[in-house]
Nanobody, 123 residues
Framework: QVRLTESGGGLVQPGGSLELTCTAS????????LGWFRQAPGKEREFVAT????????MYADSVQGRFTITKDNGRNTVSLQMNRLKPADSAVYYC????????????????WGQGIQVTVSS
């Protein structure tokens, strides 16, 4: 069993940066696929970024490519999402997730989820 807890959200101006951190407890996530998803009001949950189980591959949604970076820290048992050049369209509740098999872009494949954290981009 894995418990995931997100931190680092909040209010930021357009063009600013935030780093979200997801801390895992209960077991190591070093051998798990990891992902970040987000959900804006009135919209479905969408894929943001993923870090493969084998640590060799990262993938990003087109909307965040080049602005967001997902990083796994096995020593701290965390996965982070560095978000730069933020836009109002990035405002959402962000969720981290862990998958025992692979990870990827499909939220249905993930076994464990955090409770979510709000990110608001506004002037």
């Amino acid at each position: 069993q894995v418990r995931l807890t997100e931190s680092g959200g909040g209010l930021v101006q357009p063009g600013g940066s935030l780093e979200l951190t997801c801390t895992a407890s209960g077991r190591t996530i070093s051998d798990m696929g990891l992902g970040w998803f987000r959900q804006a009001p009135g919209k479905e949950r969408e894929f943001v970024a993923t870090h493969s189980r084998d640590g060799q591959t990262t993938m990003y949604a087109d909307s965040v490519q080049g602005r967001f970076t997902i990083t796994k820290d096995n020593g701290r048992n965390t996965v982070s999402l560095q978000m730069n050049r933020l836009k109002p369209a990035d405002s959402a509740v962000y969720y981290c997730a862990a998958d025992q098999l692979y990870g990827g872009q499909d939220s249905r494949m993930y076994d464990y989820w955090g409770q979510g954290i709000q990110v608001t981009v506004s002037s």
